[in-house]
Nanobody
Framework: QVLLVESGGGLELAGGSLRLSCTASGGTLSNYMAGWFRQAPGKEREFVATISSSGTFKHYADSVKGRFTISRDNAKNTVYLHMSTLKPEDTAVYYC????????????????????WGQGTHVTVFS
């Protein structure tokens, strides 16, 4: 059982930056692909970014491409989401997710691709 814990959320002014962290325990993160999703009030959970277990392959939602960067440090069992040029529409609860990788190139952009989820961290962007 992999346990994921997110941190780094908070309040930020539009145009600013935040870095979210997701630390895993109970498993070796280097064997898992990972992703970030977000859910705004009254909306469904949506894909933000994903990264392969090796860190080589990444994919982003169009809404965050060029502004957000996903990365990982397998030695620290941690996945990061660096968010810059934040907009009020980025306001949401951000969730980290992971799943055993079918290969070192595997990535996933759907909720159904993931087995393990964190509890979420709140991000509020105000203008």
């Amino acid at each position: 059982q992999v346990l994921l814990v997110e941190s780094g959320g908070g309040l930020e002014l539009a145009g600013g930056s935040l870095r979210l962290s997701c630390t895993a325990s109970g498993g070796t993160l280097s064997n898992y692909m990972a992703g970030w999703f977000r859910q705004a009030p009254g909306k469904e959970r949506e894909f933000v970014a994903t990264i392969s277990s090796s860190g080589t392959f990444k994919h982003y939602a169009d809404s965050v491409k060029g502004r957000f960067t996903i990365s990982r440090d397998n030695a620290k069992n941690t996945v990061y989401l660096h968010m810059s040029t934040l907009k009020p529409e980025d306001t949401a609860v951000y969730y980290c997710a992971s799943a055993m990788a079918g290969s070192k190139w595997s990535i996933g952009a759907s909720v159904s691709h993931y087995d393990y989820w964190g509890q979420g961290t709140h991000v509020t962007v105000f203008s």
